[in-house]
């Protein structure tokens, strides 16, 4: 009895004081499965998000998921580790130091404090840089932020108390089964509306579209167009036709047909302010030039 007590005594002055430290091998993969998890339930809920939002192409909704899984299996785990190493548990290192020196304790709530910083830094970085709309840049602020947070959170978890890594899938696999219900009840009760292109005809598309830039496309009722500075040298006088090309108002398709160039426009906009539109850029990132009446 009396040598374990003994040994109890010497095992308590050998323990280091404080909490256990934040870098180990297990707080890294923890940190970056909640990554993993969060990244993939981001892309769920936006592809809901997605139906809802006007657009020259139909998306592929929460679907989405599947389609970019072995994306995320494939980079997005290296891409998780590396983030979950780079940042989240710089996050935790800093909040607890932070915390230690003004409050005298390792605070949790520090650590989504702190994770503002280089959400904030990052998100700024791309304002001023790539001139996104407000709500974009604001959304992706919150994303980011969340995202941070949550994997900073767990792998501070993890330092203290252990393995994390199989609650952080099974409590992510039954996120990811409550967002398809909530976003299929949105949609099924008409909470959420799905978005679709208003349906137009020849008749209707018939007069002056602009870019808002100096360039226009005139579209006559006898089949000509004039095409005048619009945007990949497309100048000069042509001819236009409406092409449903499909049973849904999402096949719609305007040819127009030039000397230089022979662009297609795709109908997106309202029944009252129908607009037109072009793909350009890369083929897994286009991007849209627009024409208003």
Do not use: N
């Given at each position: 009895m009396s040598r374990n007590i003994a040994e109890r005594v010497r095992e308590r002055a050998e323990a280091p004081d404080g909490p256990p430290p934040v870098w180990s091998g297990r707080?890294?993969?923890?940190?970056?499965?909640?990554?993993?998890?969060?990244?993939?339930?981001?892309?769920?809920?936006?592809?809901?998000?997605?139906l809802t939002a006007e657009a020259p192409a139909q998306g592929d909704g929460p679907g989405g998921v599947m389609l970019?899984?072995?994306f995320l299996t494939c980079i997005g785990v290296p891409s998780a580790l590396v983030a979950s190493l780079c940042l989240a548990l710089p996050t935790v290192s800093a909040a607890r130091r932070v915390s230690a020196r003004l409050t005298g304790r390792d605070a949790w709530w520090w650590v989504p404090v702190l994770a503002l910083v280089p959400v904030s830094a990052a998100t700024a970085v791309v304002g001023i840089t790539k001139h996104p709309g407000a709500g974009a840049l604001a959304w992706a602020w919150l994303t980011g932020a969340v995202l941070l947070a949550g994997a900073a959170l767990i792998a501070r978890d993890a330092a203290l108390h252990g393995r994390r890594l199989l609650r952080v899938l099974g409590y992510g696999g039954l996120a990811a089964v409550a967002v398809l219900g909530v976003g299929a009840a949105a949609f099924g009760t008409g909470l959420a509306t799905e978005y679709s292109p208003p349906k137009v005809n020849a008749a209707g598309l018939?007069?002056?579209?602009?870019?808002g830039h100096g360039g226009t496309l005139r579209l006559s009722p006898d089949g000509t167009a004039r095409a005048e500075g619009l945007r990949f040298r497309c100048s000069g006088t042509g001819t236009w036709s409406y092409e449903p090309d499909g049973p849904t108002a999402w096949d719609q398709l305007v040819l127009t047909e030039f000397e230089e160039c022979s662009p297609d426009w795709r109908i997106s906009g309202s029944p009252g302010h129908p607009k037109l539109n072009r793909d350009y850029g890369e083929a897994d990132d286009p991007h849209w030039y627009t024409l208003t009446r």
């Open positions: 707080a890294i993969v923890a940190g970056a499965g909640a990554l993993y998890v969060g990244a993939a339930l981001a892309t769920e809920a936006y592809g809901f998000v997605e970019v899984l072995p018939v007069g002056t579209w602009s870019d």
